[in-house]
Nanobody, 130 residues
Framework: QVQLVESGGGLVQAGDSLRLSCAAS????????VGWFRQASGKEREFVAT???????????YYGGSVKGRFTISRDDSKNTVFLQMNMLKPEDTAVYYC????????????????????WGQGTQVTVSS
């Protein structure tokens, strides 16, 4: 079992930056796909980013179209933690952000589908004012 705890959300202005953290416990997540999804009020859950282990110390990152170029996902395996650096925030980025991990490797076409992730955090609210 993997437990995930998000932190770092808050209220910011458009153009600001935030860094979200996802601390994992229960087992190492260094070789598991770990990502971020978000859900705005009244909308469906949306894929944000995932970091996928590809062997050794190498990872590859995937991003949703609306955040590509502004958000960066990274890991600190020594802390069993995954980060989401969010820059140039926009009001439309307002949502609850969830960290998620899959118990198995995922092929590229499965990365963005929430049903392929087995472990979820409780979420952290990000609000961006205009």
């Amino acid at each position: 079992q993997v437990q995930l705890v998000e932190s770092g959300g808050g209220l910011v202005q458009a153009g600001d930056s935030l860094r979200l953290s996802c601390a994992a416990s229960g087992r190492t997540v260094s070789n598991l796909p770990v990502g971020w999804f978000r859900q705005a009020s009244g909308k469906e859950r949306e894929f944000v980013a995932t970091s996928r282990w590809i062997g050794g110390y190498a990872y590859t990152q995937y991003y949703g179209g609306s955040v590509k170029g502004r958000f960066t996902i990274s890991r600190d395996d020594s802390k069993n933690t995954v980060f989401l650096q969010m820059n140039m925030l926009k009001p439309e980025d307002t949502a609850v952000y969830y960290c998620a991990a899959s118990s198995r490797g995922l092929i590229q076409s499965s990365i963005s589908k929430s049903e392929n992730y087995d472990y979820w955090g409780q979420g952290t609210q990000v609000t961006v004012s205009s």
